[in-house]
């Protein structure tokens, strides 16, 4: 199940604040490309955790751009679809980074 969760925020790495995806939701930051760990399924905000998610890498699947992120608090892997207004040298660091 995937809930459509479309806010602003204001990042907790960079400090910047992020404005909402042009089609679909917003669930990392645009300028450092970090996440946060609150989603058990994509949208549902129901994790606890709530720790940081660092981009460690890029995977293609499917032809869509996917970061790879870790948790900085629990270690766990999530994935989030690259947006269109996302930093482009960002994305480029990352895909020159092993996953
Ligand atoms: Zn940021
Ligand atoms: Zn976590």
């Known amino acids: 199940m995937f809930i459509t969760n479309n806010q602003e925020f204001v990042c907790e ?16 930051c645009t300028y450092c490309l970090y996440s946060k760990h609150v989603d058990v399924s994509p949208g ?24 790879v992120y870790q948790c900085i608090s629990c270690g766990e892997r999530k994935k989030n679809i690259v947006a269109p207004d996302d930093n482009q040298e960002m994305v ?7 996953v």
Do not use: A, M
């Not at 480029?92 to 092993?98: D, E, N």
């Open 13 to 28: 790495q960079c400090g910047k604040k992020v404005g909402k995806h042009p089609t679909s939701s917003r669930d990392h």
């Open 92 to 98: 480029l660091q990352l895909s020159t980074k092993p």
């Open 44 to 67: 549902d905000r129901q994790n606890r955790c709530q720790g940081l998610l660092q981009p460690i890498g890029l995977e293609i699947k499917e032809g869509k751009t996917q970061i």
